[in-house]
């Protein structure tokens, strides 16, 4: 389910998706291609995977496959199960770690993964600076 605050931009989807289907003689498909893609993308994009599932099945597959790959909850959780067994963890992999963490709400366990990312290579700038920011 989608938190509270994004119900007024869902909202807003749909009357602008529902305006614009209701014009669709007006619009070639391509854009009303386009126009489902944005909106399996804004239901995707605040959680609400359900949702996001029947829209999808007006879209070609490869066409949201990385997105969902990087965002969905059950691929996260592969990605994670993935990067835990993982005997030695590179850099890279704790901060993906770290990434997949953070989306899912895991702030504390995505420090502790940026904190070994850091600990494994402190003069990268950007691992750096990500450390810094989160730990204040």
Not at 70 to 99: C, F, G, T
Not at 118 to 127: F, G, K, T
């Amino acid at each position: 389910m989608a938190p509270m605050k994004y119900i007024p931009i869902v909202l807003a989807c749909l009357i602008l998706t529902g305006l614009l289907y209701s014009q669709k003689e007006e619009l070639s498909s391509g854009n009303r291609y386009y126009y489902t893609l944005q909106k399996w993308y804004q239901l995707a994009s605040i959680g609400d995977w359900t949702a996001a599932d029947k829209v999808a099945l007006k879209l070609d597959p490869p066409d949201i496959a990385l997105y969902r790959r990087l965002h969905h909850p059950d691929e996260l959780k592969k990605i994670i199960n993935s990067l835990v067994v993982a005997p030695k963890k590179s850099v890279e992999d704790w901060l993906e770690l770290a990434r997949v963490q953070s989306i899912l709400g895991k702030k504390e366990d995505a420090f502790e993964s940026i904190t070994q990312a850091y600990n494994l290579d402190p003069i990268r700038e950007d691992i750096t600076t990500l450390y810094y920011k989160i730990k204040k």
